[in-house]
Antibody, heavy 122, light 110 residues
Framework: EVQLVESGGGLAQPGRSLRLSCSASGFTFDDYGMHWVRQAPGKGLEWVSG????????VYADSVKGRFTISRDNAKNSLYLQMNSLRPEDMALYYC???????????????WGQGTLVTVSS | QSALTQPPSVSGSPGQSVTISCTGTSSDVGRYDRVSWYQKTPGTAPKLMIY???NRPSGVPDRFSGSKSGNTASLTISGLQAEDEGDYYCCSHTRKSTLVFGGGTKLTVL
């Protein structure tokens, strides 16, 4: 079964850090680009970051650039998002998402995890 | 990067057709044939309905179709069914090599 399972969400104070993880199974992980997409409570979807199959191309939304770092470990079929200097506006459900292609171009996101909730509050 | 512009809501009766628009700029929707559409229902993860403007993934009914003209992409759902209710989001590649979603459209089947 093709599956993405996120973990690492939780409560963090403003200015602190969290590291999200995503474990992939059921497909050849290192053939595909991967992304993080978030949805704040009551809001729409927001793309956060993407990484190509070989980590050669990494892109970020302006809202997280310089604070968040995406990475992947193809040997472990895992995707990560290191989130530093968290802000209240980063509070959201974070989805791990598979690209339909190997690049990080985001032509289509065909597999989504169930999400991990990040709460930023003092 | 500003969000792509979608109507907040659309509605239609079963069997009818509805079209959801997604307006961007010459730096995103108008520049690339890399627009995708997602259906989201409460408590579930988004589902890919259309990619690369007009391609349907396997398993998506052919009642769903996508198109683009200039800076505006569109998702058309024909033969509307109750199960089509939900929020629909468009997404486009941008000139900065980032991605941007639309604000979402709530589809109500009357």
């Amino acid at each position: 079964e093709v599956q993405l399972v996120e973990s690492g969400g939780g409560l963090a104070q403003p200015g602190r850090s969290l590291r999200l993880s995503c474990s992939a199974s059921g497909f050849t992980f290192d053939d595909y680009g991967m992304h993080w997409v978030r949805q704040a409570p009551g809001k729409g979807l927001e793309w956060v970051s993407g990484i190509s199959w070989n980590s050669g191309n990494i892109v970020y939304a302006d809202s997280v650039k310089g604070r968040f770092t995406i990475s992947r470990d193809n040997a472990k079929n895992s995707l990560y998002l290191q989130m530093n200097s968290l802000r209240p506006e980063d509070m959201a459900l974070y989805y791990c998402v598979k690209d339909i292609h190997g690049s990080a171009a985001g032509d289509g996101f065909d597999i989504w995890g169930q999400g991990t909730l990040v709460t930023v509050s003092s | 990067q500003s969000a792509l512009t979608q109507p907040p809501s659309v509605s239609g009766s079963p069997g009818q057709s509805v079209t959801i628009s997604c307006t961007g700029t010459s730096s995103d929707v108008g520049r690339y044939d890399r627009v995708s559409w997602y259906q989201k229902t409460p408590g579930t993860a988004p589902k890919l309905m259309i990619y690369d403007v007009s391609n349907r993934p396997s398993g998506v009914p052919d009642r769903f179709s996508g198109s683009k003209s200039g800076n505006t992409a569109s998702l058309t759902i024909s033969g509307l069914q109750a199960e089509d209710e939900g929020d629909y989001y468009c997404c486009s590649h941008t000139r900065k090599s980032t991605l941007v979603f639309g604000g979402g459209t709530k589809l109500t089947v009357l």
